[in-house]
């Protein structure tokens, strides 16, 4: 759905795609922001990230 926000923002407006769709503005501001910076992330998706490439190596080497 952001890819979607992203795509056609421009000519509709983020909110009133949101109005449509089932998502709030503020949810696309946040994931926005988080592309940003990734530091705003939650602590959780942060860890995920991190741990990432240790879950492909072990998944690849199984």
Known sequence: MIGF??????VHGVES??????IAPSTYYACVA??????KASARKQRD???????TKVWNDN
């Open 5 to 10: 926000i992203d795509d056609h923002r421009v």
């Open 17 to 22: 795609i949101c109005r449509v769709l089932p």
């Open 34 to 39: 988080v592309r940003a910076d990734p530091a």
């Open 49 to 55: 990230l991190a741990l990432r490439p240790k879950i």
